[in-house]
């Protein structure tokens, strides 16, 4: 199996990426607000945005906080982030899960969206513990796509299934398993914690959307370069069984179909000192 390593690295993966992720919904935004409210007084100062990719869900937390880091190790995700960025108290930096270059007890947050599973946890759990403080909250949450068509679920389940588990079975990332299992097995490091599951973002959405975004998933790309002929197969045949399971005939890149993006969040609060 490819490390990881060779995948958001290049400025071809990373514009797809940023072009087609939708941003996660602003309810489970909220969600977090709500629970870091419980036992923090607004304003919140400083948030972390680890795997922050090209700063989908770091754009969100700007307004509840003084300053927001979103740091990844992908320097092609991070020129991204920076260019489409329009909040000043956002920055982002190189940096990893694993070694958080921030001063202890200096964040309120800890987010992960849809990266979590790439991580070493533990060494990541012990950064997290150093730099929140006190009743800080570490947010770890993950989606996986699908769509939507009234009486059509299970045929379309089973399009994203055989796409996403069994063709791509040789090329994705082993760690994704945790993801595909709704982060079940993920142990959080605080015995105050929270598993929401689901929440789901129900959108309008071209039909060359869902295709885009499927060709952004780190194992299709990794097949892209491998075998672009493989790779280009395998998208012809995800369009014409996405578009039979939506009974849509011969979907241009345009037509308007449902999305249904499925998130799973969970939520740890470090113990107050007293
Ligand atoms: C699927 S993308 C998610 C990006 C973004 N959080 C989002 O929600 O769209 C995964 C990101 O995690 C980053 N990543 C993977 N392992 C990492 C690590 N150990 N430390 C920091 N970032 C990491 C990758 O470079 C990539 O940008």
């Known amino acids: 199996m490819p490390k990881l390593k060779h995948m958001f690295q290049t400025r071809h ?3 797809l990426y940023a072009r087609f992720r939708p941003q996660p919904p602003k309810e489970l935004i909220d ?4 629970y870091l409210s419980e036992k923090l007084e607004r304003p919140f100062n400083a948030a972390l945005d680890v795997g922050c990719g090209s700063g989908q869900n770091t754009r969100l937390l700007a307004p509840f906080f003084l300053h927001v880091t979103g740091t990844d190790i992908s320097s092609a995700q991070l020129e991204i982030a920076a260019k489409d960025c329009d909040s000043s ?3 982002y930096q190189i940096g990893s899960a694993e070694k958080i270059e921030l001063p202890s007890s200096s964040l309120q947050l800890v ?10 946890l533990p060494k990541f759990f012990e950064e997290v513990d150093r730099v929140l403080v006190p009743n800080g909250v570490l947010a770890i949450y993950g989606c996986n796509l699908s769509a939507w068509k009234e009486g059509r679920e299970k045929e379309i389940t089973e399009v994203f299934k055989e796409f996403n588990i069994d063709r791509l079975e040789n090329y994705r990332d082993e760690q994704l398993q945790l993801l595909d299992n709704w982060y079940q097995d993920i ?3 605080y015995t105050e914690n929270v598993r929401i599951f689901p929440i789901n973002l129900v959108f309008s959405r071209p039909f060359g959307d869902i295709v885009g975004q499927v060709t952004s998933w780190s ?3 990794r097949m892209f ?3 672009p002929q493989k790779g280009d197969e395998l998208i012809k045949d995800f369009r ?14 345009d037509t308007i179909v449902t999305c249904k993006v499925i998130h799973v969040l969970l939520m740890g609060r470090k113990p107050s000192s007293f």
């Open 219 to 221: 194992g299709v790309q």
């Open 13 to 15: 993966h990373a514009e």
């Open 240 to 253: 014409y069984k996405l578009a039979n399971a939506l009974e849509l005939d011969a979907p241009t890149d």
């Open 89 to 91: 108290n956002i920055k």
């Open 111 to 120: 987010t992960a969206c849809q990266c979590a599973h790439f991580f070493d």
């Open 225 to 227: 370069q491998e075998d």
């Open 187 to 189: 142990i959080m490091p």
């Open 31 to 34: 969600k977090i607000v709500t």
